[in-house]
Protein backbone atom coordinates (compact mmCIF):
# COMPACT_ATOMS: atom_id res chain seq x y z
CA UNK A 1 0.00 0.00 0.00
CA UNK A 2 1.00 3.77 -0.67
CA UNK A 3 1.38 6.42 2.30
CA UNK A 4 -2.19 7.64 3.00
CA UNK A 5 -3.85 4.80 1.29
CA UNK A 6 -6.77 2.98 2.30
CA UNK A 7 -7.94 -0.76 1.41
CA UNK A 8 -10.93 -2.89 2.86
CA UNK A 9 -10.68 -6.31 4.18
CA UNK A 10 -13.30 -8.91 4.12
CA UNK A 11 -13.43 -11.33 7.00
CA UNK A 12 -15.95 -14.40 6.88
CA UNK A 13 -17.25 -16.17 9.78
CA UNK A 14 -18.74 -19.80 10.05
CA UNK A 15 -20.01 -20.90 12.63
CA UNK A 16 -20.45 -24.75 13.79
CA UNK A 17 -23.86 -26.15 12.75
CA UNK A 18 -24.01 -26.58 16.55
CA UNK A 19 -22.94 -23.35 18.01
CA UNK A 20 -24.58 -22.52 21.26
CA UNK A 21 -26.21 -18.99 20.49
CA UNK A 22 -24.56 -15.82 22.38
CA UNK A 23 -22.33 -13.07 21.54
CA UNK A 24 -18.60 -14.01 20.53
CA UNK A 25 -15.73 -11.54 20.04
CA UNK A 26 -13.02 -12.44 17.26
CA UNK A 27 -9.82 -10.96 17.53
CA UNK A 28 -8.72 -9.50 14.09
CA UNK A 29 -4.95 -8.56 13.45
CA UNK A 30 -3.57 -7.35 9.65
CA UNK A 31 0.10 -6.70 9.24
CA UNK A 32 1.78 -4.84 6.53
CA UNK A 33 5.92 -4.85 6.72
CA UNK A 34 6.45 -3.05 10.18
CA UNK A 35 2.81 -1.68 10.45
CA UNK A 36 0.54 -4.37 13.06
CA UNK A 37 -3.21 -3.10 13.56
CA UNK A 38 -5.61 -5.12 15.77
CA UNK A 39 -9.26 -4.91 16.21
CA UNK A 40 -12.14 -7.08 17.62
CA UNK A 41 -15.30 -8.00 15.75
CA UNK A 42 -18.81 -9.06 17.96
CA UNK A 43 -20.10 -11.61 16.07
CA UNK A 44 -24.19 -12.79 17.82
CA UNK A 45 -24.91 -15.88 17.02
CA UNK A 46 -28.77 -16.61 17.22
CA UNK A 47 -28.78 -20.34 16.68
CA UNK A 48 -31.17 -22.63 14.76
CA UNK A 49 -34.38 -23.60 15.15
CA UNK A 50 -35.74 -26.59 14.37
CA UNK A 51 -38.24 -28.53 15.45
CA UNK A 52 -39.49 -32.24 15.07
CA UNK A 53 -42.78 -33.99 16.00
CA UNK A 54 -43.08 -37.83 16.14
CA UNK A 55 -44.06 -40.77 18.21
CA UNK A 56 -41.91 -42.69 20.53
CA UNK A 57 -42.97 -45.66 18.69
CA UNK A 58 -42.76 -44.63 14.98
CA UNK A 59 -46.06 -46.10 15.07
CA UNK A 60 -48.68 -43.66 13.25
CA UNK A 61 -51.82 -45.48 13.77
CA UNK A 62 -54.21 -46.13 16.40
CA UNK A 63 -57.58 -47.90 16.98
CA UNK A 64 -60.84 -46.72 18.62
CA UNK A 65 -64.75 -47.00 18.32
CA UNK A 66 -67.56 -44.30 17.84
CA UNK A 67 -67.77 -41.61 19.84
CA UNK A 68 -64.78 -43.45 22.46
CA UNK A 69 -61.62 -41.90 23.88
CA UNK A 70 -58.62 -43.10 22.84
CA UNK A 71 -55.21 -41.33 24.02
CA UNK A 72 -51.88 -41.63 21.91
CA UNK A 73 -48.88 -40.18 23.30
CA UNK A 74 -46.30 -37.81 20.44
CA UNK A 75 -43.18 -35.63 21.15
CA UNK A 76 -42.09 -32.12 20.03
CA UNK A 77 -38.35 -32.27 20.01
CA UNK A 78 -35.80 -29.25 19.70
CA UNK A 79 -33.15 -30.06 17.63
CA UNK A 80 -31.69 -27.01 16.82
CA UNK A 81 -28.81 -25.10 18.67
CA UNK A 82 -31.57 -22.08 20.11
CA UNK A 83 -34.44 -21.94 22.74
CA UNK A 84 -38.01 -22.77 21.11
CA UNK A 85 -40.61 -20.40 22.72
CA UNK A 86 -44.26 -20.65 22.56
CA UNK A 87 -44.88 -24.04 20.99
CA UNK A 88 -48.96 -24.67 19.92
CA UNK A 89 -50.22 -28.00 19.05
CA UNK A 90 -53.05 -27.95 16.40
CA UNK A 91 -55.08 -30.82 15.35
CA UNK A 92 -56.51 -30.81 11.81
CA UNK A 93 -59.73 -33.48 12.13
CA UNK A 94 -62.39 -34.81 10.45
CA UNK A 95 -65.70 -33.02 11.76
CA UNK A 96 -67.13 -33.54 14.96
CA UNK A 97 -64.01 -34.84 16.28
CA UNK A 98 -62.67 -33.56 19.85
CA UNK A 99 -58.83 -33.43 19.69
CA UNK A 100 -57.46 -32.53 23.30
CA UNK A 101 -53.65 -32.09 23.88
CA UNK A 102 -51.95 -32.22 27.26
CA UNK A 103 -50.07 -30.12 27.61
CA UNK A 104 -51.75 -27.35 25.67
CA UNK A 105 -48.82 -25.64 25.10
CA UNK A 106 -45.11 -25.50 25.59
CA UNK A 107 -43.59 -22.49 26.86
CA UNK A 108 -40.29 -22.97 26.05
CA UNK A 109 -37.87 -26.24 25.05
CA UNK A 110 -34.12 -26.04 25.18
CA UNK A 111 -32.06 -27.03 22.54
CA UNK A 112 -31.58 -31.21 22.27
CA UNK A 113 -34.56 -31.02 24.98
CA UNK A 114 -37.59 -33.50 24.23
CA UNK A 115 -41.33 -33.11 25.53
CA UNK A 116 -43.95 -36.02 25.44
CA UNK A 117 -47.15 -34.68 24.77
CA UNK A 118 -50.26 -36.53 25.55
CA UNK A 119 -53.63 -36.67 22.98
CA UNK A 120 -57.13 -37.27 23.71
CA UNK A 121 -59.26 -38.15 20.88
CA UNK A 122 -63.10 -38.66 20.61
CA UNK A 123 -64.99 -39.69 17.32
CA UNK A 124 -67.91 -38.32 16.14
CA UNK A 125 -71.22 -40.70 17.65
CA UNK A 126 -71.83 -40.56 13.93
CA UNK A 127 -68.65 -41.49 12.32
CA UNK A 128 -68.56 -44.35 9.85
CA UNK A 129 -66.37 -47.53 10.49
CA UNK A 130 -62.80 -47.13 8.24
CA UNK A 131 -60.26 -45.11 8.29
CA UNK A 132 -59.68 -41.49 8.85
CA UNK A 133 -56.26 -38.96 8.72
CA UNK A 134 -55.84 -36.91 11.53
CA UNK A 135 -52.90 -33.58 11.27
CA UNK A 136 -50.92 -32.37 14.13
CA UNK A 137 -49.37 -29.70 13.45
CA UNK A 138 -47.05 -28.07 16.06
CA UNK A 139 -45.32 -24.59 15.72
CA UNK A 140 -43.09 -22.61 17.75
CA UNK A 141 -40.67 -19.30 17.32
CA UNK A 142 -39.79 -19.47 13.53
CA UNK A 143 -39.97 -23.52 12.89
CA UNK A 144 -42.98 -25.84 13.04
CA UNK A 145 -43.18 -29.52 11.82
CA UNK A 146 -46.42 -31.48 10.91
CA UNK A 147 -47.52 -35.49 11.60
CA UNK A 148 -50.02 -36.96 9.76
CA UNK A 149 -52.18 -39.99 12.44
CA UNK A 150 -54.52 -42.74 10.84
CA UNK A 151 -57.04 -43.05 13.11
CA UNK A 152 -59.23 -46.22 12.55
CA UNK A 153 -62.33 -46.33 13.97
CA UNK A 154 -64.15 -49.55 14.40
CA UNK A 155 -67.61 -50.77 15.63
CA UNK A 156 -68.56 -51.68 19.13
CA UNK A 157 -68.41 -55.51 19.66
CA UNK A 158 -71.76 -54.79 21.31
CA UNK A 159 -73.43 -54.59 18.12
CA UNK A 160 -71.87 -58.35 17.52
CA UNK A 161 -73.08 -59.70 20.43
CA UNK A 162 -76.76 -58.21 20.03
CA UNK A 163 -76.55 -59.99 16.29
CA UNK A 164 -75.57 -63.14 17.77
CA UNK A 165 -78.99 -62.29 20.32
CA UNK A 166 -80.81 -61.81 17.57
Known amino acids: MKPDENASVNVEVVPSRFAAA ?3 TI ?4 VAGDVEEETSLKVIIT ?4 LRVGTPTGLLSLETERGKAAT ?3 FVRNTGSANIRDIELISMKPENWEVEFDPESI ?7 TR ?4 TIVTAEQALVGDYALGVSVSGERSSDDLELRVTVKASAVWGWIGIAI
Not at 47 to 50: A, N
Open 22 to 24: GEY
Open 27 to 30: PIRV
Open 47 to 50: GTYS
Open 72 to 74: FSI
Open 107 to 113: HSLDPGS
Open 116 to 119: QVEM
